[in-house]
């Protein structure tokens, strides 16, 4: 049994096919991860979604900021954009089952002993074990009949930064902001959503979230993580895994065997 981990796939069926047929991908005895994303900006997000789906048990993934857009457009508390490419999914006689199954998957896993896999990382300063929890206590408001609570109020500003005492939307807010947008960190721990250039390209003090002093992975730890397309997975550093290739933008689809690691990619 081999298992694959999957960047950004945003739609990209066609890309997706291909890339699992190189890997001679066989869904009875082999599992595919994915780091979110998997809709949002790509043209094909139905024929996405219907296959991922398909795989069943085969199958596993966490949330991205596309995929919980998506729920906040279909919950009416944001609006489509043409460029989001989510036409086909609210056009669709089965547009419940569609969010019924998003709203399922979590924002934190742990495909194999010791590896963390989220959409845009660990933050620095939680262990794996705390993202997990973190993760679920979103999961199971997401998964309440009251979600659109949580949908609405994603979006509003702030907290910069996380205290365990953070209760609430806020909370909720810092810990979705965390595992689904993150990208570079202040030295006190604020996020920052401005900047989306490669690692090195951004002023001081911002620092890749994963070179912030504050990070707590442990020498024999892994993070598998998407996002970023414009790190194009040059974290530098093998511990922390990066998936996203930008497919969506014409760049490539990428997937990670875990064990040999081993990158593989097809081009969009
Ligand atoms: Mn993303």
Known sequence: ???????????CYKPLRRLLAK???????????ACGDL???????????DYLISLGHSFQTVLGNHD?????????VRPAKKSDHFDQLLDS????????????QPLALKPVKS???THAGLYPGWSIKQALALGEEVSDWLQSDNYHSLLSGMYDPGPASWHEDLSGIERARFIINAMTR???????????FKWTSQAEKAPAPLVPWFRHPGQ???????VLFGHWAALQTQTHHRQYVGLDTGCVWGGKLTMIKLGRMKYMSVKA
Do not use: C
Not at 1 to 11: L, N, R
Not at 216 to 221: C, G, M, S, T
């Open 182 to 192: 993150m990208r570079f960190v202040y030295p006190n721990g604020e996020l920052d």
């Open 39 to 49: 809709i949002g900006r790509g043209t094909q997000p139905l024929k996405t979604l």
């Open 68 to 76: 919980l857009h998506f729920l906040a457009v279909t919950a009416g």
């Open 216 to 222: 707590q992975l442990k020498k024999h730890q892994t």
């Open 1 to 11: 049994m081999a298992v694959y981990v999957v960047g950004d796939i945003q739609g």
């Open 93 to 104: 006689p089965y547009l419940s089952e569609y969010v019924q199954w998003l709203r399922q």
């Open 115 to 117: 590896t963390l896999l």
């Open 23 to 33: 890997a001679d991908f066989n869904p009875k005895k082999d599992q595919l991860w």
